[in-house]
Each structure stands twice: as C-alpha cells, then as structure tokens.
C-alpha cells in the first residue's frame, strides 16, 4: 500500500514538474521577434534568400526610423516617450539582425552583394540622421541612451559591411565561347 501511495506521489511530482518546465522551454525555444509584427516576421520567413533577408531588415529598419522622426514632428498625446525609445530599439534591431544575416551569408558562402551594399549605403543614411538628432534633437533627454546605443550599432553594422564587402566572393563571370 506505501509502495502504491509513494510510488502516485512520485508520478504526480514528475509530472508536475516537467509540465512546469514545458512553457519555460517552449518560451525559449520560440524565436519571437517583438519588434517585428506579424506580417513582417511572415516576410522574413518567406523570403527565399539571405540575400532578401537582409534587403527586407533593412527595408524595416528604415520604416522605424521614418517613424521615428514623425513621432518627434507630430508627438501623440500619450505613450509619446514609449514610442521613441520603442520606435529605436526596433530599428536597432532590424539593423542588428541585418548584420548578423550578412556575417550568415558569409558563413554559407551565399550571394549577398547586394545585401552588403545596401547595407553600407543604407548605413551611412542612418547615421547621418541619428547623428543630426544626437546633436540638436527635440526631447533628447527622452531617448539619448536609446539613440547612443543606435548609432554606436549602425556604426558597427557599417563596419561590418565594409569587412564583408572585401570577404564575400566576386560574382561570377561569364565567358562567351
């Protein structure tokens, strides 16, 4: 009869517990992007290339960055400091996960010129501008450690694709017979 109540207790402490562990993993496991939303995570997914991945990040990258500029033009009347810090951090993001699909595509061998050169053009588009509100922006007390944290990223994305530009692989040529 102990043998029946303990060997119960046991089955019901292991499957407590690992019924516990099952939403702390799956939470872990899932690659959720909050800065992106639905349709734009669907985008990244379907993208067929590394190549349109980063052409795609970059294209969000610069969304967040319109709208972060429209925000300080047309302040909304709540959640207006929210909206700054979240509008950088999202394109902070977007850069990041750019850069870090260029480094992929390096790895993999993939074509992605186009990529690294929308990358270092795009860049030092992003700069200018982040550098212009780091130095007169409205409100900079609101957002300066979040607009210190994109501009130091976009220069490191911008270094990187200098780098990748000289390591990926020429295009092919092609040879008339």
């Known amino acids: 009869m102990k043998r029946k109540v303990l060997t119960a207790a046991l089955t019901l402490f292991a499957a407590t517990g690992a019924s516990s562990l099952t939403p702390a993993r ?71 996960d750019a850069a870090d699909l260029i480094q992929l595509g390096l790895e993999k061998q993939d074509n992605i010129r186009q990529g690294i050169d929308l990358m270092a053009s795009k860049s030092k588009d992003f700069l200018e501008i982040l550098r ?20 130091e990223g976009t220069e490191d994305a911008l270094k990187e694709a200098e780098k990748a530009k000289k390591k990926a692989a020429p295009p092919p040529i092609r040879r008339k017979n």
């Not at 780091?134 to 007390?141: F, H, I, T």
């Open 132 to 151: 212009r509100y780091a130095s007169n922006g409205a409100e900079l007390e609101v957002y300066k450690d979040n607009l210190d944290d994109a501009v």
């Open 26 to 96: 799956a939470a872990a496991q899932r690659a959720d992007k909050d800065y992106l939303s639905s349709v734009e995570a669907g985008k990244i997914r379907d993208a067929e290339t590394t190549n349109d991945r980063i052409k795609l990040f970059l294209m969000f990258a610069d969304d967040r960055l319109t709208k972060f500029q429209y925000e300080l033009e047309h302040p909304s009347s709540n959640k207006h400091t929210e909206m700054l810090n979240y509008l950088l951090n999202s394109y902070i993001g977007c850069v990041d």
